[in-house]
């Protein structure tokens, strides 16, 4: 017998989602996500001057505006060619880190972190614990993360001057400055965040959490009481018993646009393609399809250089304000699981191989960034020298392109940017949550959520917890994703 359900908004993700699914005999058939208002940032950019995307894309979204900035800041600097002083990396790298880390945080805590709470998990061994914990707004682990987010915020404050929505981040630099005593106290307030990580979420020192390094290794690390306790080891024992690694399995396509730039030129964090093989990034590829999104054009898929940005209310087999990215005609996940996964990660690597794509190996790598980036932060700070530039001059003559590829909080994010007359021809935005919520393309393919949804078994339709997780294991922004 078949069924269908609507969820109408898909609440504790950010935006606005609806998620039609059919079930076939208590198994997802079809799953169709859309993004279900427009709001047109592509059109309002055309017309404007450049540095404006500076000011106007990071009100796309309030939880990432940070990646806007540096998305656009990127674009300027290819099309303005200025001088960046080393500083103002580390400072951009510390911004987009402690942003990454902030949205990670608030995932576990507060919006995936809830559904672990549900009844269906009601026999698990770790239950009690896991609700007095993690029950929304109440839970002890919840307050702590509430506390821990602010130190974030007050590192956020020291480097970015304010957030969301912060002007420091610009192509000759960062207008924000750090000085002895500021850097000083963002070290020590990243202390106290490491000592929350170390007390609460993982049971152990970040060393010792990043001597883990295989499954295996991670079998063993989950024997001691002290990992099977903390919020990490309480969710990595009820995901193992509830068959958390068997569902949302996903395209197994992945991209990363890497990024973190360091002064030699080369990144922190490699761009690539996963897709049965390793492949080298190569932007040219990607396309936007239209087929199944409210859009009209002459064409089905443009690259975004030439991305055309018409809404249209009513069209036929059109069910989502979103467009369709695709990668060499193909769907690709991305995320922390794309992005770790491509930089040879090796505890995530290891997952990879032994258990594949999953709602539990997709929020391991997640929850794996929230250290690592932590770690790669206090280097950061650690390298910037109050005494040199910060900002250097930019020309103001600008070529007629500039492309900015970062790796925000839930992917990779581009900004295209065409400019004539020093003004902006045309302003095309790709984001994360785009290419993972993405509706059906003209072949009829669905985008990498629908993918991991179909052929899910739920054991009660009334409460589909395991069509939650694996949505919510992708960690929606739709605020993003319809720009
Ligand atoms: Ni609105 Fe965003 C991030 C971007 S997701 S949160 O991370 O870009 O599409
Ligand atoms: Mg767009």
């Excluded at 796309?60 to 290819?78: D, E, M, R, V, Y």
């Excluded at 009513?314 to 769907?331: D, L, N, V």
């Excluded at 650690?382 to 005494?387: F, G, L, S, T, V």
């Excluded at 393919?445 to 919510?472: C, K, S």
Aim: proline letters at 5%.
């Amino acid at each position: 017998m078949s069924k269908r359900i609507s969820i109408d908004p898909f609440n504790r993700i950010e935006g606005d989602l609806r998620l039609d699914i059919e079930f076939k005999e208590n198994v997802v058939s079809e799953a169709r996500s859309s993004g279900i208002m427009f709001r047109g940032f592509e059109r309002i950019m055309s017309g404007k001057s450049p540095m404006d995307g500076l000011v106007i894309t990071p009100r796309i979204c309030g939880i990432c505006s940070g990646s806007h900035s540096l998305a656009a800041c990127k674009a300027l600097t290819q099309a303005l060619d200025p001088d960046v002083p080393v500083n103002a990396l580390y400072m951009r790298n510390a911004i987009l880190g402690t942003e990454v880390i902030m949205s990670h945080l608030s995932h576990f805590y507060f919006l995936f972190g809830p559904d672990l709470t549900n009844e269906a998990f009601k026999s698990h061994s770790g239950h009690e614990q896991i609700v007095s914990r993690m029950t929304s707004m109440t839970g002890t682990s919840v307050r702590a993360a509430i506390k821990a987010r602010q130190s974030l915020l007050e590192i956020m404050g020291l480097l970015a001057g304010k957030w969301p929505n912060t002007l420091a981040i610009h192509p000759a630099g960062t207008t924000s400055t750090l000085n002895l005593s500021t850097k000083t106290r963002a070290m020590g307030i990243l202390q106290e965040f490491q000592v929350f990580l170390q007390n609460h979420f993982l049971g152990c020192s970040l060393e010792t959490w990043h001597d883990i390094v295989s499954l295996e290794r991670l079998e063993e690390w989950l024997q001691r009481p002290e990992h099977q306790s903390s919020d990490l080891g309480l969710f990595l024992r009820l995901a193992l018993e509830t068959g958390l690694d068997r569902i949302g399995r996903g395209p197994n396509r992945y991209l990363s646009f890497g990024g973190y730039d360091l002064p030699d030129g080369r990144t922190w964090l490699p761009s690539g393609y996963y897709s049965g093989r390793m492949q080298a990034l190569d932007q040219e590829h990607i396309t936007e399809h239209i087929a199944a999104s409210y859009f009209r054009d002459a064409f089905e898929s443009r690259h975004p250089l030439n991305g055309v940005t018409n809404p249209i209310g009513e069209k036929t087999g059109a069910y989502s304000w979103a467009k369709a990215p695709r990668y060499q005609k193909e769907t690709a996940e991305v995320g922390p699981l794309a992005r770790l996964f491509i930089a040879g990660e090796p505890l995530i690597t290891s997952l990879m191989q032994e258990i594949g794509p999953s709602v539990f190996t997709r929020m391991c790598a997640r929850l794996r960034e929230i250290s690592l980036f932590t770690e790669q932060l206090l280097g950061w700070i650690q390298q910037i020298d109050p005494n040199q530039a910060f900002y250097s001059s930019a020309s103001s003559r600008y070529a007629s392109t500039g492309i900015g590829l970062i790796e925000a909080a839930r992917g990779g994010l581009g900004h295209w940017i065409s400019i004539s007359s020093n003004l902006i021809q045309n302003y095309q935005i790709v984001t994360p949550s785009a290419w993972n919520l993405s509706p059906r393309d003209e072949q009829g393919a669905p985008g990498p959520v629908e993918e991991a949804l179909t052929g899910t078994a739920v054991e009660d339709p009334e409460n589909p917890v395991e069509v939650n997780l694996i949505i919510r294991s992708f960690d929606p922004c739709m605020s993003c994703t319809v720009h």
